[in-house]
Structure formats: C-alpha cells, structure tokens
C-alpha cells in the first residue's frame, strides 16, 4: 500500500522567506501526484498537478518538483506571505488499481508571521 | 461557480440514528468521492463513483452507503451512527472518470455522534 509522509508536520518562517515542504512516497508507480491547500475549516483546493511523466509544475509563487526514482516532491513557496499560512498535503494518485486512487500525507501546518 | 456543494455544514447526532451527507456539483464530472478527514489519520477514501448507477468501496467503508442516481449527486449515508464516525467528511469530484485528474473538494460537514 502506498505511504505518503510530509515532513515537517509544522513550519513557522518571517513573511519574506523562501521555503520548501517535503514530500515522500513508497511506490513510485503513480499517475500523478497532487498538492492542495487546506485552510481552517475548508475545504481542499488544489495548487498544482505533477504528471508522472512531469518534473515540475509551476504557478505563480509556487513551483512543484516530482522525482518519482526517489519517491519524491517538494513545493517552493517564493517570497511566503501570511497569507500563505494554511496546511499544505500532497496526495500521491496509485497506478496499482483499476482506477486511481489518492494517498494523502498528514499535512504540514505552515505559519507565516508579519 | 458552485463547483462541489455540501450539506449540512454541521451535524449533531445520537448513537444509532441515520442520516445523509448531501453532495452536489455542477462541473459534469463522473468521478465523485467520499472522504473523512481525522487528526493524526490524514484523509481516507470511503466509497466513490465514476458515473452514475456505479459505485464501489474505498479504504473505510463499512457503515456507510452511497447511491449514485444522477451525475450531479453523490449521498453518503449512515446507516447507524457510531462515536467512531465522528468526523469531517469531505466530497470531491474530478473530470477523469479513473478519478487520476484534478480533485475538487467540497466545504466538508463536521459531524459529531454522541
């Protein structure tokens, strides 16, 4: 079964800084790997869709990386802001059924103060 | 844009009553799902569906059920509340019918069973 962990499971940064959030799978046979944004009593929205066949995605401040060989992607925040503040998962999507399945991380809570 | 609806947003209930969890969208997709989202479990698949009169069972299905008449609506049931569905529960949506495309979440319900 897939595993997916993020690490760390909370991030306190300065406004301004720039930052990485990692993300880990165990079976690198995945359609694609997703990272949302969850903000306190919301619902999911989705920030960027790597394809397997993809290395990285990009939009606006934020730049996904996919590097399936290790089971790995990471999401760059430039210049974080506090409204970046959220908790940010990614969910790895399995290619070992019939149809897609998603496995979600745990989240990291990110802060970012004034 | 409506996108992914649900209701109610809340929900108090006694031990052993039945209830439905209402979702609807409006983006024409045939995969729909149903997650519940737990501190320290992450988010976890309960039934989906890639169109309608097709459904099956996700990572935790037992004491729910789903029917999926129409494309726009996907109901979650439960059939006798228990302390352990106590939960937020999450409906999303995607335009690929292997449910492999971009996942579109609803606002989630919080349901607490006494």
């Known amino acids: 079964k897939q595993e997916v962990t993020q690490i760390p499971a909370a991030l306190s940064v300065p406004e301004g800084e720039n930052l990485v959030l990692n993300c880990s799978f165990t079976d690198s046979a995945i359609y694609n790997l997703q990272w949302f944004r969850q903000d306190p009593g919301k619902g999911l929205t989705s920030l960027l869709l790597i394809q397997s066949s993809q290395r990285e995605q990009t939009s606006g401040r934020l730049n996904a990386s996919l590097d399936k060989s290790s089971g790995r992607s990471t999401l760059y925040i430039a210049a974080s802001q506090p409204g970046d503040s959220a908790t940010y998962l990614c969910?790895?999507?399995?290619?070992?059924?019939?149809?897609?399945?998603?496995?979600f991380g745990r989240g990291t809570q990110l802060t970012v103060w004034p | 844009n409506a996108g992914v609806t649900q209701t109610p947003k809340f929900q108090v209930l006694k031990t052993g009553q039945s209830m439905t969890l209402q979702c609807a969208q409006d983006m024409n997709h045939e995969y729909m799902s149903w997650y519940r989202q737990d501190p320290g479990m992450g988010l976890r698949l309960i039934h989906y569906s890639v169109g309608a009169g097709i459904t099956d069972q996700g990572e935790v299905p037992n004491g729910y059920n789903v029917s999926r008449s129409t494309t726009e609506d996907f109901p979650l049931r439960l059939l006798s509340a228990a302390p352990s569905q106590t939960s937020v529960y999450f409906c999303?949506?995607?335009?690929?019918?292997?449910?492999?495309?971009?996942?579109?979440f609803g606002e989630g319900s919080r349901l607490t069973v006494l």
């Open positions: 999303a949506s995607s335009y690929s019918r292997q449910g492999i495309g971009e996942l579109f």
């Open positions: 969910a790895a999507t399995d290619r070992g059924s019939t149809l897609g399945r998603l496995y």
